[in-house]
């Protein structure tokens, strides 16, 4: 069954560090793609970055970049250079390929991110 | 691209009435979905649909809620018989078909059970 974790519920990071939140999931699918929203406090759902299944390289996207590991079923979100604005939560998410009949997309529970001044 | 918008954004409601809420997903997306939150939760997948059809529905979502989209267009997610648990934030996001088609979100609409 689809399952995305993620373990830390909250992350402090210095403005101008570099963070990585962490992010795991579980599937039976061979083809399935990964995203990484941010929620801040106003509430809305930013998407921030994409990474298939079958891509060979980490996703960028400015600032944030995929750490993939496919054998570890691991996709971390890093942030570089963080910014004031970047505190919020974010969440990992996983749409399957339909292999397992379903594409609906699963959320993890989120991380908390802090950036202190 | 207005974006994803969803009406009303707040909705306070007795225990036992109805409600409904209504989501217009950007306009070439063919696909439509709703989530719940609550707080401190990531969005919890209610169902979905491509163009009219609604493909799939949560087993979590109880008899008591339903969607529709007529017309491949926007769509609306009724509850009935609200109760004090339906309390959260419903959330509709729109995309176009595809495995690296992102999830454009709706501000949601907060509902509250008195």
């Known amino acids: 069954a689809q399952k995305i974790t993620q373990t830390q519920p909250g992350m402090f990071v210095q403005e101008k560090e570099a963070v990585t939140l962490d992010c795991t999931y579980d599937t039976s699918d061979q083809s399935y793609g990964l995203f990484w929203y941010k929620q801040p406090s106003s509430g809305e759902m930013i998407f921030l970055i994409y990474?298939?299944?079958?891509?060979?390289q980490n996703a960028t996207e400015g600032r944030y970049s995929l750490n993939f590991q496919k054998a570890r079923k691991s996709a971390n979100l890093v942030i570089s250079a963080s910014q004031l604005g970047d505190s919020a939560m974010y969440f990992c998410?996983?749409?399957?390929?339909?292999?397992?009949?379903?594409?609906?997309?699963?959320f993890g529970t989120g991380t908390r991110l802090k950036v202190l001044a | 691209d207005t974006g994803v918008s969803q009406n009303p954004r707040h909705k306070i409601t007795k225990r036992g009435q109805n409600v409904t809420f209504r989501c217009d997903p950007i306009?070439?997306?063919?696909?439509l979905y709703w989530y719940r939150q609550t707080l401190g939760q990531g969005p919890e997948f209610l169902t979905y649909f491509q163009n009219e059809a609604q493909l799939e529905k949560s087993r979590l979502l109880s008899d008591r809620f339903s969607a529709e989209r007529p017309k491949g267009s926007f769509s609306t997610l009724e509850i009935q018989r609200t109760e004090q648990g339906d309390s959260a934030m419903y959330l509709c996001a729109s995309s176009l078909q595809g495995m690296n088609q992102p999830q454009h979100f709706g501000d949601g609409t907060r509902l509250s059970i008195l």
């Open positions: 998410a996983m749409r399957e390929g339909g292999g397992s009949g379903t594409y609906k997309y699963i």
């Open positions: 990474q298939g299944s079958y891509d060979e």
């Open positions: 306009s070439e997306h063919n696909r």
